[in-house]
C-alpha cells in the first residue's frame, strides 16, 4: 500500500525500501480521521528524478560523539534523572569514567518505595516519585515528544531502544516509553555505564561544595564522601530544593524563573476517545490531548503530561505536603485519562524577590493541599461539576478518581488564591469547546500539582554551559531550568558532557 501511495504521488515507478520514519492520527475531521506517515525511500533513478522535479532531498542527519581532548579527569555528575543519565553515558563512552551522585535508590528499589507510600502512607523523602534512579519522569508516561530541533533527539531515541525501549518510538510523533519500560531501559543504561568504568553512588546527595580563595576545590556527596574538584554537573532535578538553598549559600547565581500550579484533571478514557476520533475510536489507540488557551485576565492556562489510561501519582518528595503526577504503562489501558490543568505563575506571584521566593510558593500550595486532604496524605479533589459552581465536593460521580493512597472530597478554594482558582474555572470552560464534554460535571480535578517545572535558573555564562559564577561547574537539565522533559534533559546532558571533553581550558 506504501508503495503504491509513494508511486501515486510522485507520478513514478521503483520505490523500494520504505521506512515509517513518523506515524500520527489526525483526528480534526471526526468524519474521515486519518494516519499521518513521513516516509524515508529510495527511487529507481533518484538523482535524475529529483533534478527533474526540482526537489532537494532531506539530508539524513545523524549524532556522533566526539573524540574527547581531556583523559585525567573523572567529572562528578549530581543526579541520575534523564540529564544525568545521558551526561554520564557520553562521557562514560568517551572513557572519562564519571562519579554520579544519586540521592535516591535504584529504580528497583525505589519502585517499592513507591508503592510502600501509597499502602502505608509513610513517605521516604529520599525514594519517592521525585527522587531516585531515572528522574522523576520513571513514574509519568514516559513521554518523548519535545519542541526542539535537535539532532541529539534522534540519538537518545534508539538509545532508549537498545536498552529495553520498545521500537515504536522511533517513528511515533508523540513516542512514549511506558513506566513499565522506562524502568528497564533505565537500569540497563546503569549497567552500561557501570561496565564502562563509571560509579554510580546511590543515597548520595550533593551536600556541600569546598571553597578556597574564590575557587572550587572539592564536592560532598553526604558526611562520608569527598570528592576532588575537576568538573561538577549539577543536573539535581527541579524537586532538590535543599541542593537550591546550599548553592544559594554558597553564592552561586540564582534567578527566579516562571512555572505553573493547578491540578491533574481525570476524565473517562472512553469518552475522550469518542471526543477525539468520533466513530473511529474503537479502532484507534487510546487519545491524548494537548490544550491551551490565553484568558483575559492575562493567565496562560495549558495542559501538560497527560497521560491516556493513566493514573494520578502521589509525588511529594517533603513530608507534610501532597503533590500529585502523572502515569501511564506502555499499553494505557487504565479507565481513566488524566493531565495536569496548568496555570502559569511568575514573579509577580512571588513573595518577595528572593531568588527562592518560587520554591516558597511550591511548597505553600503543598502544605495547603495536605491540610485540605486530612493531613494524612490523601490528596484534596473536586468535580468539575462542583468547581464550577463554586460549591464542596460531598461525592463522586462516574469518575472514579485513581490516586492513591486515597482521596478526600474538598474545595480548591481552600488551596488556590482566587487568580489561579478562577483561571483553573476558566480553562476548563474554554477547553470544553475544542474537547466536547471537557467539562463533563463528573470528570475529578485532585491537588496540588506544583512540580511541572523548575522554579529556578542557576545561570550560566553567556554563551556558555559554565556556571556564571564558577567555571568547570555546569548547572544542566530540568531542575537548573535549561529543559522541560526527558528529550531536552537528555539533549543538554549530551551537550555538557560534549562540553566537558572537549574543554581543555
Known amino acids: ?39 524515508d525511500f529510495d527511487i529507481a533513478g533518484e538523482k535524475r528524478f529529483y533534478r527533474k522535479k526540482n526537489i532537494t ?28 543519565m545521558f551526561c554520564g553515558l557520553a562521557l562514560a563512552e568517551m572513557g572519562l569514567r564519571p562519579v554520579i551522585l544519586e540521592r535516591g535508590r535504584r529504580v528497583s528499589d525505589r519502585k517499592r518505595d513507591i508503592e510502600t507510600f501509597q499502602r502505608t502512607r509513610v513517605l521516604d523523602p529520599s525514594s519517592n516519585v521525585q527522587f531516585g534512579e ?20 534522534d540519538y537518545i531515541l534508539r538509545r532508549f531502544v537498545e536498552f529495553g525501549a520498545p521500537d515504536s518510538i522511533l517513528s511515533l510523533a508523540k513516542p512514549h516509553i511506558g513506566t513499565d519500560n522506562l524502568v528497564i531501559a533505565v537500569k540497563n543504561l546503569r549497567e552500561r555505564i557501570l561496565s564502562l568504568g563509571g560509579e554510580i553512588l546511590f543515597e548520595h546527595t550533593l551536600t556541600d561544595i569546598d571553597i578556597e580563595s574564590g575557587k572550587v576545590t572539592a564536592v560532598h556527596g553526604g558526611n562520608e564522601i569527598k570528592i576532588p574538584f575537576t568538573d561538577l554537573v549539577l ?25 505553573s500550579v493547578g491540578v491533574r484533571i481525570e476524565h ?6 469518542r471526543a477525539q476520533y468520533g466513530d473511529f475510536a474503537q479502532y484507534l489507540p487510546a487519545a491524548d490531548y494537548k490544550l491551551f488557551t490565553h484568558l483575559e485576565n492575562g493567565r496562560g492556562v495549558y495542559t501538560f503530561c497527560m497521560c491516556p489510561g493513566g493514573y494520578v501519582m502521589a509525588a511529594a518528595s517533603e513530608e507534610g505536603g501532597v503533590v500529585t503526577n502523572g502515569m501511564s504503562c506502555y499499553a494505557r489501558d487504565g479507565e481513566n485519562a488524566n493531565a495536569a490543568l496548568l496555570v502559569g505563575v511568575g514573579p509577580d506571584d512571588f513573595d518577595g524577590t528572593h531568588p527562592l521566593a518560587g520554591v516558597k510558593l511550591q511548597r505553600e500550595l503543598e502544605r495547603k493541599a495536605f491540610a485540605a486532604g486530612g493531613s494524612n496524605y490523601n490528596a484534596p479533589a473536586q468535580t468539575v461539576g462542583d468547581l464550577l459552581n463554586d460549591r464542596p465536593t460531598e461525592k463522586f460521580g462516574n469518575v472514579v478518581p485513581s490516586y492513591r493512597p486515597g482521596v478526600t472530597p474538598s474545595d ?5 488564591p482566587a487568580c489561579i482558582y478562577d483561571s483553573i474555572k476558566q480553562g476548563i470552560l474554554a477547553f470544553d469547546k ?11 480535578v485532585t491537588a496540588v500539582e506544583s512540580r511541572s517545572s523548575s522554579p529556578v535558573r542557576i545561570t550560566r555564562g553567556k554563551d556558555s554551559l559554565e556556571s556564571i ?21 537528555a539533549a543538554d546532558g549530551l551537550k555538557v558532557a560534549e562540553k566537558i571533553a572537549l574543554n581543555t581550558v
Not at 532531498?57 to 544525568?84: K, N, Q, S
Not at 532535578?237 to 548553592?247: I, K, P, Y
Not at 473517562?268 to 476517545?273: S, Y
Not at 475544542?434 to 475529578?444: H, M, Q
Open 1 to 39: 500500500m506504501l508503495k503504491q501511495a509513494i508511486e501515486r504521488r510522485l507520478g513514478a515507478k521503483g520505490a523500494k525500501n520504505i521506512k515509517i520514519i513518523r506515524r500520527a492520527i489526525d483526528p480534526r475531521d471526526k468524519t474521515r480521521v486519518s494516519h499521518v506517515l513521513t516516509l
Open 57 to 84: 532531498r532531506p539530508e539524513r542527519r545523524t549524532y556522533t560523539l566526539p573524540e574527547p581532548c581531556r583523559m585525567d579527569i573523572r567529572p562528578v555528575i549530581a543526579g541520575f534523572g534523564p540529564a544525568g
Open 134 to 153: 531515572g528522574g522523576a519522569g520513571t513514574f509519568s508516561d514516559g513521554k518523548l515528544n519535545t519542541g526542539i530541533n535537535d539532532v541529539r533527539c
Open 235 to 259: 543536573a539535581v532535578g527541579h524537586s532538590a530544593r535543599d541542593t537550591f538553598e546550599m548553592l544559594y549559600k554558597k553564592g552561586f547565581d540564582i534567578e527566579q524563573k516562571a512555572f
Open 268 to 273: 473517562k478514557q472512553d469518552a475522550i476517545n
Open 412 to 416: 480548591m478554594r481552600k488551596i488556590f
Open 434 to 444: 475544542t474537547i466536547k464534554g471537557y467539562a463533563d460535571e463528573n470528570a475529578v
Open 469 to 489: 559564577k564558577y567555571p568547570h561547574i555546569y548547572p544542566c537539565g530540568e531542575g537548573c531550568g535549561y529543559a522541560g522533559g526527558i528529550m531536552s534533559a
